[in-house]
């Protein structure tokens, strides 16, 4: 039994101190990006939402050029970033989308200078992969407080146009109809965004707060009907990902003879990915049985013909 | 311009719009319209298709600044922090995974525009349900409304409309995904309702025969122009040539009513074209 | 800066990717593809990664990996949400790179040349690869061209002449993998991306006729990548700074000329 405990949980995990940053910093992380998360699937800003990524990731680099955290660089210009896209931004999807490739562009073309200049500069070493896949074994303990902070601001801001954002979600002209400011809703729905993909660039790269931002909502939306219950779910597919994403990082250093870890990002990934695909499962069995009832034809039971 | 028909409306005036004009892209889709509705009244905004029924729609509703003139609700300038509307948009385009039950939009209805959460409430929950029976969803109340049919969706956010006990109702062509059956029982429903609750009702529509049974008045859009009182006055040959501008004639058939376009009276009905479908 | 060797290959090859980047990219913005347009490219960053990892050819690494991103991301695409699908395919991807990369740690030239493109750093033999490929990729529109414009302009009506808009899509994003193959070597991942959101966005505010368009778009790409270069190499910056750069002020520039083409005063109406 002893020997199951510790092929699950390699020696010094519990005890680590690195080990219980990244777990916390991770379980904040996930539950930010698991609220502003569902909210951005219902949007279909999956697009802005990774754009933002790289924005950060811009933000970051930046940063580091002149020696300021990451993590303002982070959350800093991806709420420059999120205020752009939103003021650019159109109506029609289409172009909202353009309007963000846009944004995304300028973005990687200042990434590329920054991280040029900080190589050429000859600073640190590994700053492209720092950035791009993140550090949440090597944050510092003291960074905690401040993506607790950041984050229950971003949760606040959801709280506070909860309702509103719900309501311009489904319309924008009935919730205009109603009274509801749209606009100052949906920046403050993008600005909640921008530092929620600002936190997750820290805890796992730039480039891979997506994964935690959509995987988790994505599958919640999947499995229940309720908006409520998709953000609890959510919540705790992003945690499950994440403490069992440090563990497996931390227990593959001592897998084979070469002592090379895999990245936490890797596996947070990686089970995010299974997960929204095995959620996709119930829902092709239930279409393949309509489409053998359809032939049939017999309406499947909770199949809704349209009228 | 508009020809204002001279009955006067005793009930207090819910919706004044005044010299509304609106160019966009260069054409002037709408051109000085002017009518007033009343509590309790239920007005039909007619016209073709393109003649700037959904565009006077969205100045009332306050999306699109009109070029001159203005719209007050209930004696105030419109602006839509004074007075929400109740709209019910032709149709709205949503995922069939968004999570959002029947019942959800129609509790969204009664208090979405509230910030913050909302908490558990029994008396939201009652009324929810009555609205939703109301106009005949309980069927659907707990399918996503993304899954819904056309005509279910039109019921759901009618609910949606309804439940915040707005005094102005805005329908955008309610009619246009329904059969015969269920059109004629949403504008028998939204006929009460309009009386009980004294809602000023305005519901856009190309095609007026559903309505003749329950419309107070009419307000015909053609050409640009308006004109607008009871229907009796304006859906004549003469009041809708000028709309028009060219010649249009109007047959009652069978109790239905037929606008034709052609030439004066006596010519070859055979000859005259459909301006624009009033068949019943 | 045209008389030196290495920079007669960068202009040459610039020409080449700026070219397919404008036809390839009028498509995408047309079909609001921006984020698999996104997506491939970073996708195959990883496989080059991978590739590099295991000692062989990057290309074949790219190829790889943008093919099954642009399958991924159709077929998956099928039953979930396309945006969604997309950015799980994207991430599931770019986490396979980042495993890779973690197993050596003296990577960082090259992760940045495989995201930044080393233009300046083409050699003369990759010109006639890059070539090929780019003939292959233009072949390959013209060659889908009609159904492709029309499924993407009304998918209803192509549908009923035959054209399954399933089909026309995988065709599609595999272009869209083949143009990345070809072109990431040399701009990097990240970039190709904004020569085929850029010009081709500026292009469709001037005119709507598609010929016309891809021209424009072709030309307005080629003149981002000119500049961008000239300017590279004048002021040691990287050549992804101005692309980016230029790409958002191409953009800039069409939304501020259909504004004002928008506000033009409507002409005089005769009395009512």
Known sequence: MHQVYTAIFEPGFFASPQVQVAVTIGGLVAIVSAVTGVFTVMRGQSFGGHALGDVSAAGGSGALLIGLSPIAGFVGLGVVGAAAMDMIGVRRLRGRDLATGIVLGAAIGLSALFLYLTTTGGATTGATQQILFGSIFTTAGGTVPVVAILGAIALAGIAAVYRPLLLSTVSQDIAAARGIPVRLVGLVYMLALAVSVGLSSLAIGAILSTALLIGPAATALRLTKRVGRALGLACLIGVAASWLGVLLAYDSFYWGASHLALPVSFFIVAIVFVAYLAAGIPAARAAARGNRMAALGVAAENERIPA | MTDNASAETTSPTILDVESVSVTLSGRRILDEVSFTIGAGEFTGLIGPNGAGKTTLLRVILGLQRPGSGGVSVLGRPRSPRNQPIGYVPQKVLLDPDMPMRAKDLVALGADGNRYGFRLRSADRNDAVREMLHAVDADRFADARVGTLSGGEQQRVLIAQALISRPRLLLLDEPLANLDLHSGQEIVGLLARIAREQQIAVLLSAHEMNPLLPVMDRVVYVAGGRAASGPTAEIVTSEVLSRLYGHHVEVLHVHGRVLVVAGEAAGTDPAAARIASAGMG | ?272
């Open chain 3, 1 to 272: 800066m045209f008389a030196v060797g290495f920079m007669m290959n960068a202009w040459i090859t610039a020409t080449i990717v700026a070219v397919v980047a404008g036809v390839v990219g009028y498509f995408v913005v047309l079909r609001g593809s921006a984020f698999p347009a996104h997506a491939i490219p970073k996708g195959a960053f990883a496989g080059a990664a991978g590739a590099s990892l295991l000692g062989i050819n990057t290309l074949i690494g790219l190829a790889v990996f943008s093919v099954l991103g642009a399958l991924g991301i159709g077929t998956l695409g099928r039953r979930g949400r396309n945006d969604v699908v997309t950015a799980l395919a994207l991430v599931m991807m770019l986490a396979l790179g980042a495993a890779f990369l973690s197993r050596t740690t003296q990577y960082e030239p090259e992760i940045y040349s495989l995201l930044f493109g080393e233009i300046l750093g083409v050699s003369a033999s990759q010109i006639l690869p890059v070539a090929g490929l780019g003939i292959a990729c233009i072949v390959a529109v013209a060659v889908i061209y009609r159904p492709l414009l029309l499924s993407s302009i009304v998918p209803e009506i192509a549908e009923a002449k035959g054209i399954r808009a399933y089909r026309i899509e995988i065709c599609f994003l595999l272009v869209v993998a083949l143009a990345t193959a070809m072109t990431v070597p040399v701009v990097g991942a990240l970039l190709i991306f904004s020569l085929m959101i850029g010009p081709p966005a500026a292009a469709r505010s001037f005119t709507s006729r598609p010929l016309l368009a891809m021209a424009l778009s072709v030309a307005i790409a080629l003149i981002t990548v000119w500049v961008a270069i000239a300017a590279s190499y004048i002021y040691n910056w990287p050549v992804g700074f101005f692309v980016g750069v230029l790409g958002a002020l191409s953009y800039g520039i069409g939304r501020a000329w259909s504004a004002s083409r928008s506000r033009a005063p409507a002409a005089a109406l005769g009395p009512p």
